[in-house]
């Protein structure tokens, strides 16, 4: 199709644009010329389904975006420091970095952290979480029972830092 009738606007609303002008005589076409017509017919139809996908897309990400930022706002509204200062420093406690030994003398390294900050494959485990409430309040050698989905373990605590 030929742009060179369809004039750019400048804004971010389209402009109104008149109707193309039908031709009062009647619509005589070749099979040729009618395959043309359903040719141009789809591909313009192709490109509202386009944009409205781009649209429905952009509403969808934008909605999504929307939700996300409430969540952040209200994690943050809530968020609660924890100031280390005051802690038992042989104690394990939120933030600390804990060393713990299991049955097979396997060493194991765990932070534990908040909620949002947990990554339990690089060893961040929620303050929440089983591990975690099994090992807080405990001292070096110390043994816990990790109990765990796939079968109970003991571990022994082996060393407690304190990451700044």
């Given amino acids: 199709m030929s742009r060179a009738h369809v004039r750019e606007v400048d804004g971010d609303e389209p402009e109104d644009l008149p109707e193309l002008p039908l031709s009062p005589h009647p619509n005589y076409v070749t099979p040729r010329g009618l395959a043309m017509l359903e040719a141009r017919r789809d591909a313009v139809e192709a490109d509202i389904a386009a944009i409205a996908a781009d649209a429905a897309d952009r509403r969808q990400r934008r909605a999504g975006l929307d939700r ?22 042989s104690k394990v406690a939120f933030g600390a970095e804990v060393t713990v030994l299991d049955d097979d003398n396997l060493e194991s390294r765990y932070r534990i952290v908040g909620e949002d900050e947990a990554d339990p494959e690089a060893g961040l485990i929620s303050w929440t979480s089983p591990l975690a409430r099994a090992l807080l309040g405990l001292q070096v050698g110390d043994v816990a029972l990790w109990q765990r989905p796939a079968g109970d373990r003991d571990i022994e605590i082996s060393a407690i830092r304190w990451p700044v």
């Avoid at 809530?78 to 038992?88: E, I």
């Fill in 68 to 89: 996300e930022l409430r969540w952040l706002q209200a994690r943050i509204a809530a968020a609660q420091v924890v100031n280390g200062a005051t802690r038992d420093a």
